[in-house]
């Protein structure tokens, strides 16, 4: 069983809905997906527009919205939609795919992080919470610039 086929599985226990862009990283989770008969993939005009339905979807039907979008630019556009579903408690779940490994340029630290995502479960919610982004993201830009090793999982200890 391909990955995307178990999390096409899985999802179609907490949904019957799947918001999406385009993109090559998202075709085998698009495909397996499609294979499901009670999930139904709503393609979107851009992922901006994927973010809002999958929050509006949540708020009709008390169902997760999930969002599948590329890599890169795709997930970015989904900025918008998240802060919405963030700021109001709305259940969300946003997939992205990941760059082909053999297209990275080799020695670029910024393109070998690990996918990361840093949200309030992990950090804990508090008045901090954007001080400690801010750490986080100057750290990795001066460790970038010093050719350091970059940080790609939050640390409390640290400071974020």
Known sequence: MKASDFIAKKLSQYTNHVFSGQGGS????????????????????NEQG????????YRSSGKIGVVIA???????????????????????????????????KKNNKLLKLSNFVYTPHLAGISDQLPKRIFKLITDNINRFTNNDELINQASIKKGY
């Open 70 to 104: 590329t890599s890169g630019p795709g997930i970015l556009n989904t900025l918008q939609g998240m802060a919405c579903s963030y700021y109001d408690s709305i259940p969300s779940l946003y997939i992205s795919g990941a760059p082909v490994l053999g297209s990275i």
């Open 50 to 57: 994927a973010s809002l339905a999958a929050d509006a979807y």
């Open 26 to 45: 998202v075709v085998h989770i698009l495909d397996s997906l499609s294979k499901i008969k009670n999930i139904k993939i709503i393609p979107s005009q």
